[in-house]
């Protein structure tokens, strides 16, 4: 008994840190380039979008990228969504961050959050962690990747926008 009361309350201490967060929050990022940026100046105020939280070193993180970056063209012939991939490399592996956005070639922004303001802003425990927003207001999370999970990012957008 006691251990399906410590499970149940680790589960609902998960559930509601990692749903705390209703809006995107306000931070100041940086461009690939080293540039300031405000979160609020990234993210779709007409339409969605698809945060991700990511590192060079994360193999999943790289991979749901890179699926994403396969249907991105796609998503936007139905709907106006933002795609922006947040880089959590600290100061050790941030140099890695720019060659490997050059060498992938994804076709939306990339940028760095070293200090993990805006990762912590939200509530980001792992990675891939990926958000998604309709304006400002976050209408669902994700931790963790599988292959064809790009796939149901699609089928919630598609599902909110018909509400």
Do not use: C, R
């Given at each position: 008994?006691?251990?399906?009361?410590?499970?149940?309350?680790v589960?609902?201490?998960?559930?509601?840190?990692?749903?705390?967060?209703?809006?995107?929050?306000?931070?100041?990022?940086?461009?690939?380039?080293g540039n300031s940026i405000q979160s609020s100046e990234i993210i779709n105020d007409e339409g969605f979008s698809i945060i991700s939280f990511w590192a060079t070193w994360c193999i999943p993180c790289v991979n749901e990228l890179d699926a994403i970056n396969d249907?991105?063209?796609?998503?936007?012939?139905?709907f106006s969504i933002k795609v922006v991939a947040i880089s959590t490399d600290d100061a050790r592996s941030k140099k890695r961050v720019r060659p490997m956005v050059s060498g992938k070639n994804w076709g939306f922004d990339v940028y760095?959050?070293?200090n993990q303001e805006f990762k912590r802003s939200l509530n980001v425990s792992g990675i891939p962690h990926t958000i998604v927003a309709y304006g400002s207001k976050i209408i669902h999370r994700r931790i963790g990747?599988?292959?064809?999970?790009?796939?149901?990012l699609f089928k919630i957008i598609s599902n909110y926008k018909q509400k």
């Open positions: 008994m006691l251990k399906k009361i410590i499970f149940f309350s589960v609902f201490s998960f559930h509601f840190n990692v749903n705390a967060q209703e809006n995107v929050p306000n931070v100041t990022l940086k461009t690939i380039l249907v991105y063209d796609s998503w936007n012939e139905n760095s959050d070293y990747y599988s292959p064809g999970e790009e796939v149901d």
